[in-house]
Nanobody, 126 residues
Framework: VQLVESGGGLVQPGGSLRLSCAASGDTFSNYGMSWVRQAPGKGLEWVADINSGGGVTYYADSMKGRFTISRDNAKNTLYLQMNSLKPEDTAVYYC????????????????????WGQGTQVTVSS
């Protein structure tokens, strides 16, 4: 599956952004999906997972209550609504198809994913 993220940008602390991830090339609705992020000079950080039907979601503790992962299988699109953004949320955000550890809060590596997009930059700064 090919993945293309969009929707990043510069936002002030406390603001909101909605990221989108357009999928193509495979049956999007067959797969659970993830959002992950990578801040400058830091490792990969898992953000959230959603199951193939969209009814089951998992979040990293630091994002729970602020971020919402969702999907529209009719549009082959994954979303991440981000509210109450903080400077420490600054990172490149990637949508990815997990091949293992779905729903786990353990640390993730690129090898845990079968595909990912090019990423979209989110900068939270005043």
């Amino acid at each position: 599956v090919q993945l293309v993220e969009s929707g990043g940008g510069l936002v002030q602390p406390g603001g909101s952004l909605r990221l989108s991830c357009a999928a193509s090339g495979d049956t999007f609705s067959n797969y659970g999906m993830s959002w992950v992020r990578q801040a400058p000079g830091k490792g990969l950080e898992w953000v959230a997972d959603i199951n193939s039907g969209g009814g089951v979601t998992y979040y990293a503790d630091s994002m729970k209550g602020r971020f919402t992962i969702s999907r529209d299988n009719a549009k082959n699109t994954l979303y991440l609504q981000m509210n109450s953004l903080k400077p420490e949320d600054t990172a490149v955000y990637y949508c990815a198809r997990p091949i293992r550890f779905f729903g786990s809060r353990r640390g993730r590596h690129w090898a845990d994913f079968g595909s990912w997009g090019q990423g979209t930059q989110v900068t939270v700064s005043s």
